[in-house]
């Protein structure tokens, strides 16, 4: 029965396509991709969102990580080779951001929510820790609470990867306006999806103001800033910084400010679907759900689970037409990582146990079921 079934991927995009095309029209129209009004109305829009009081669009989540902590060095005043806590159970940008930088990641563990553990972060502390870089996985906040506490007592600044928190709330709020820099995804399978592009938001203008320098190449005036200009000048600008080219474009943006309108909306029924996964699961001894702190309403990018024999279940989905994914390998077992590998169990047995069952709006109750039920059948 299952070769016959339409396959169930971990994820689908979904775009309201004419109302895409539509966003994207006048930027095409103007002859204006780049940098201009549909950026900086984006900007806007994730600002009036989020309750942030900056957010600067760049084209990726990895490139605003980058510039979180170069901008942070700079205006911190670290030095090469000083230290940043970090989570091993993530997407390698997180930590590949650090060393961009010319800054070392020390890896903590995490907790049952597989999210950075507190006591952990502790142990790792030492007089060369700079800052604390919190992955919010799957959109849950886990401690973070407690970890901005022990940041804000022990004087290090907080850095939060939040790709996978579009649309996680506290207390009604975005996460992450207690940071001292908050990173988010938009690229292409997250809740708010466009092809890629990212928002980096600080809590001081001042690192804002860098950061929009930086990400343009170190130019003191953008393209779309030198057409506001009413001088004769308009061609003048400055270079005083070594920059990246780091800027989100138009076209993005468009796809972006339609992504955002329905945000919450798309958010809602991935927590409808997650529940319908965490009912059908509850009871299974050999399925143990990674549970999302009660303290959030999770974007719920990720519904993970942790079983035995994690390889052969995948194999064994697969044949009947489901393909989950892995999130992630633990970045210790990567040859890059491997000389700064911590003491981290539970991130490493999480890395060897996990699994991220389909999760995406073109998901079906039917599905949903239907993928449970394979999972319970297949881990007996």
């Known amino acids: 029965m299952s070769e016959h079934r339409p396959a169930i991927q971990l994820f689908v995009p979904k775009f309201r396509v004419d109302e895409c095309l539509e966003a994207i029209r006048p930027a095409l129209e103007r002859g204006w ?23 600067h669009f760049v084209n990726s989540n990895t490139a605003g990580l980058h510039l979180a902590i170069e901008v942070l060095k700079s205006t911190h005043g670290w030095s090469d080779g000083d230290e940043i806590i970090s989570t091993p159970l993530t997407f390698v940008s997180s930590n590949h951001a650090i060393l961009y930088a010319g800054l070392t990641p020390v890896f903590a563990d995490v907790d049952d929510q597989l999210c950075m553990d507190p006591d952990s972060l502790v142990e790792r502390i030492t007089d060369r820790t700079r800052a604390v870089m ?5 959109g849950n906040v886990g401690r973070y609470a407690d970890v901005v506490r022990i940041c804000r007592e022990r004087g290090l600044a907080v850095i939060l990867d939040a790709a996978h928190m579009a649309g996680t709330k506290v207390d009604g709020r975005q996460v992450g306006a207690d940071a001292d820099v908050t990173i988010f995804s938009f690229q292409a399978v997250k809740n708010l999806p466009t092809a890629d592009s990212g928002m980096v938001c600080f809590a001081q203008p001042e690192d804002d103001a860098m950061a929009r320098r930086l990400s343009w190449l170190g130019i003191s005036k953008d393209t779309y800033a030198r057409t506001l200009d009413g001088g004769v000048y308009k061609w003048m600008y400055e270079v ?18 339609v992504a955002l309108k329905y945000l919450d909306q798309d958010n809602a029924e991935r927590r409808r679907l997650s529940a319908l996964y965490a009912a059908a699961l509850e009871n299974a001894p050999a399925v143990r759900v990674v549970p999302i702190s009660p303290t959030c309403e999770s974007s719920r990018h990720l519904f993970q689970v942790e079983v035995d024999n994690r390889d052969d279940v995948i194999v064994a989905l697969n044949e009947r037409q489901i393909f989950p994914g892995v999130h992630y390998r633990t970045n210790d077992e990567y040859g890059l990582y491997k000389a700064i590998a911590g003491h981290t169990p539970r991130a490493t047995a999480a890395s060897k146990s996990l699994l991220s069952l389909p999760l995406h709006l073109s998901l079906t109750d039917d599905d949903a079921s239907y993928v449970s039920e394979a999972l319970l059948a297949v881990t007996g």
């Open 240 to 257: 005083d910084e070594l920059g990246f080219k780091y800027n989100g474009n138009s076209v993005m943006a468009a796809l972006g400010g």
């Open 33 to 55: 991709t780049g940098m201009g009004y549909l950026t900086a109305e984006f900007e806007d829009a994730w600002k009036e969102y989020s309750g942030f009081d900056n957010a």
């Open 134 to 138: 919190f992955v919010g996985l799957g």
